[in-house]
């Protein structure tokens, strides 16, 4: 049973004094200086573990089943779908939420797109549920001055974070999807997997609560299509993320 059911453009060198699309963040921040692998044509079982605070990209044919394992357990997932036979079909959050009613998705719920194609179906979850309202992270964020005076101390003044990301999920997504000749602009608002949100109703007001997601929790995803995926192991929560497509 799911633990929560409650609602409560240019290609820039990595090297020299190219700035890139991201003003130099990104440049040498995929596998130490790497551009991202293209993982277009893959053989199936596959199996790949994302490091934390970076990102991969990857075809899933249709018929054929992907998950995606938080593998110590808190970490954040933001998830992106393209139609891989039309980049410009991508997922969309509002149709996701309209097309069924709801706003929290779990085992048997779609992802679509904005012109209602149905990308994927989530075939079991773990979790339970999977944040629709939030947007992702970005270097502006972890960089801006209001970011950093809530940050800097706790309730007692201790420090809360000692490790701002240099990045965040926009520049590690833009970074993976690269060789498909995404442009940043062109990167969706994800379903953020494994992301619990507080939610209060009188004001309006949303929060991230830390997701108590545990060692091997998983979202199993069908594609209904040929799907582009991109997936960004979150640089807030700084972990690994273990991703399988299924032969079957």
């Known amino acids: 049973m799911p633990k929560h059911t409650d609602s409560g453009g240019s290609d820039a060198e990595s090297s020299g004094n190219h700035t890139g699309r991201y003003g130099g963040i990104r440049d040498d921040a995929y596998h130490h200086g790497d551009r991202p692998t293209m993982y277009s044509s893959l053989s199936y079982p596959f199996e790949y573990t994302i490091q934390a605070r970076e990102g991969a990209a990857f075809v899933v044919k249709e018929g054929k089943t992907m998950r995606i394992t938080d593998v110590e357990g808190g970490q954040i997932v933001d998830f992106v779908i ?62 801006s001055e209001a970011f950093m005076a809530v940050d800097e101390t706790d309730a007692e003044g201790e420090a809360k974070f000692e490790d701002v990301p240099e990045w965040g999920c926009w520049e590690s997504l833009g970074t993976a999807l690269e060789p498909w000749g995404i442009a940043p602009e062109d990167i969706p608002s994800p379903i953020n997997l494994f992301q619990t949100m507080d939610y209060d109703l009188e004001t309006g007001e949303v929060h991230i609560i830390p997701s108590d997601s545990e060692p091997g929790d998983y979202v199993d995803l069908r594609a209904e299509m040929d799907c582009l995926v991109g997936i960004s192991a979150c640089p807030w929560t700084s972990k690994p993320v273990k991703v399988e497509i299924f032969d079957d």
């Open 82 to 143: 393209y139609n891989n036979d039309n980049i410009r079909e991508r997922f969309d959050q509002a149709r996701t939420k309209a097309n069924q009613g709801k706003f929290l998705v779990t085992t048997g719920d779609h992802l679509y797109s904005k012109s209602n194609g149905k990308l994927m179906t989530i075939t079991a979850d773990t979790y339970g549920t999977h944040d629709m309202q939030w947007g992702m992270c970005n270097k502006g964020k972890y960089d």
